[in-house]
């Protein structure tokens, strides 16, 4: 066994990690989420330390009314906005493939499979998208004045004047005890100045639909078994905190060179993704883990 195999396996005992990680979801005696993430802190050989933005923890925001909203929805009289197009991208539909039908009867929602999207086409985006009521942006030239003070993150994307910074956020959605994660692509529902609520304390200030703050999409309602109106918790995740699931299964959210589950991720390399690092470290848990049950505890 390599040495640093075993002083990974010694550390691992002492400090009580036991034999299974999960990114599972749990609740807490006050009603709110408790959901463990892997996110692979621990500096060891050969991975190179997880950047500090994977050990940020975003607050919850608890009991948000949650809305169906799907790529390519035509407006009604509810719903006056299309979504062809969405506040970033021009070409929504078409760059997602197709339009994104809502009908349970021209989907497929398979959780044994991990597919969640409709039946007419694989989509080129991830199916797994939400709106949030807030644009960092104003046109295409310029961020809204409070943009850089309220979002937690602007200063280290540094963007060019104009380049939204919310664009494919990762959000994680807990739901009577399961949770999945979507990536933030629209604005809305009705708003899209809603910062207070969207990076601070407040509640949303839309009234429709009974105070409506979130759009979720149709693969997020199949997933969670959600429908629309129904209370939702929802929270920010940075992109190393994010596990392997159905929202990676499509699209280009997939980092290049990150294995699928069951295969063996490639030594991780300089300039790497955090999330490559992550598959990597979760690789070798899997190999100190068999290790581990092989032998009886006086012998480790």
Known sequence: MPVFFQ??????????LGLCGYAGAQSQRDGTPRVVIPTGNRPLTPVRPVAPSSRILYQWKTHITATIFWC????????????????WDTKWAINFGGYDDPDPANRIANHATGDFRPKAFIPKLNPFYIALPYNDVKGWGAHKPE??????????????PGKTVLKGRWIQIYYENRSCYAQWEDCGPWVTDD????????RPKATQNGAAGIDISPSIRDYLGVSSGKK??????????????????YGTSQPAGVA????????????ESIEAQRKY??????????EFAKKPLSEL
């Open 260 to 271: 699928p589950p069951g295969g063996k991720p490639a030594p991780v390399k300089d300039g």
């Open 72 to 87: 390519g929805e035509q407006p009604t009289a509810r719903n006056p906005t299309p979504n062809c197009k969405s506040s």
């Open 232 to 249: 939702v918790h929802w929270r920010f995740v940075e992109d190393g905190q994010v596990p392997y699931g159905p929202w990676k299964k």
């Open 195 to 202: 910062w207070e609520y969207v990076f601070g304390t407040k």
């Open 7 to 16: 002083r990974y396996l010694a550390i691992s005992v002492i400090s009580g």
């Open 147 to 160: 943009a850089s003070r309220v979002i937690p993150w602007f200063s280290r994307m540094r963007p060019a």
């Open 281 to 290: 470290l979760e690789y070798l848990r899997k190999l100190r883990d068999e």
